[in-house]
C-alpha cells in the first residue's frame, strides 16, 4: 500500500482479554515504531524495530505488552489482560532509517477501549 | 531527558486571520530536529514542517513558518491565512538524531487548534 495500514481501526474489549493491533508498514521502511497516546496526552513511545537488529522496549508500560516484526515487516503488538487504563489509541509509523533525518509516516492508529 | 511543552491546550483563529501556537523543549544537545504534526479528526499524524537546529533560517512551508530561537528553546508554528481545513490538534516534536534512542520522537502534549468561519 501507499501509506501505514493499522487494523482495526476501532476495537472494544472486555477487561482481561488480550488484544492484537497490527501495523503494516509502507514497503522498503527498515524502521518501525508504536506510540501510545492516551487522552489528552501526548505520544508516547513504545518500541522500536529497525531491520534485523534486536527491538528497543524500553517504552512498553508492564511485561502484559509485547510486540513482533515478521519478516522485517508486518507488526502486531500484544496486550494481554487489559485493563481499563489501556483504554487509548495505538499509533504505528514507518520510516527509511533512524539516523540524521528521514521522516516517519504514521498510520491512522487503533482506538482501544476497554470495558 | 528531553521534554517538550505546549503552554496552550486550546487556541482559535478567525477565518483567513494569523495564529501562533507555543512551543518550549529542554535539551542539552546542540544538534536536533524539531517537527511539526498536525492531527486530524482521522487521528493520522500528518508532518507540517521541520526545522534543524544547526539552521538559521527559519523553515517555511507555503502558508506555515517557524520561529526558532536556539538559545531560548522555543519553536513557534504560524499559521497564516488560516482555513478550515487547519483546524486539528498540533504536536511539536524533537528528535535527536544521533546517539542512543536517535530515532524516537518526543512529543508535546498538544494544542487543538479551532478556525471559526
Known amino acids: 500500500g501507499a501509506g501505514v ?18 501495523c503494516d508498514p509502507i514497503s522498503g521502511h527498515t524502521a518501525l ?10 505520544l508516547e513511545f513504545l518500541i522500536y524495530f529497525q531491520g534485523n537488529s534486536a527491538p528497543d522496549k524500553s517504552g512498553l508500560p508492564s511485561d502484559r505488552f509485547s510486540a513482533e516484526r515478521t519478516g522485517g515487516s508486518v507488526s502486531t503488538l500484544t496486550i494481554q489482560r487489559t485493563q481499563q487504563e489501556d483504554s487509548a489509541v495505538y499509533l504505528c509509523a514507518s520510516s527509511l532509517a533512524a539516523r540524521g533525518y528521514t521522516e516517519a509516516f504514521f498510520g491512522q492508529g487503533t482506538r482501544l477501549t476497554v470495558v | ?28 544537545e546542540s544538534d536536533y530536529y ?28 507555503n502558508r506555515f513558518s517557524v520561529n526558532f530561537q536556539k538559545a531560548a528553546k522555543s ?15 498540533y504536536f511539536c516534536a524533537y528528535r535527536n538524531p544521533y546517539g542512543a534512542g536517535s530515532y524516537q520522537l518526543t512529543f508535546g502534549k498538544g494544542t487543538k487548534l479551532s478556525v471559526i468561519p
Not at chain 2, 2 to 28: H, I, K, N, R
Open chain 1, 5 to 22: 495500514s493499522q487494523s482495526p481501526s476501532n476495537k472494544v474489549t472486555e477487561k482481561g482479554k488480550d488484544v492484537e493491533l497490527r
Open chain 1, 33 to 42: 515504531y508504536w506510540y501510545r497516546q492516551s487522552l489528552g496526552q501526548g
Open chain 2, 1 to 28: 531527558a528531553q521534554t517538550v511543552t505546549q503552554s496552550q491546550p486550546e487556541m482559535s483563529v478567525q477565518e483567513a486571520e494569523t495564529v501562533t501556537l507555543s512551543c518550549t523543549y529542554d535539551t542539552s
Open chain 2, 34 to 61: 524539531l517537527f511539526w504534526y498536525k492531527q486530524p479528526p482521522s487521528r493520522q499524524m500528518i508532518l507540517v514542517i521541520r526545522q534543524e537546529a544547526y539552521k538559521q533560517q527559519n523553515a517555511t512551508e
Open chain 2, 75 to 89: 519553536f513557534s508554528l504560524k499559521i497564516s491565512d488560516s482555513q478550515l481545513g487547519d483546524a486539528a490538534m
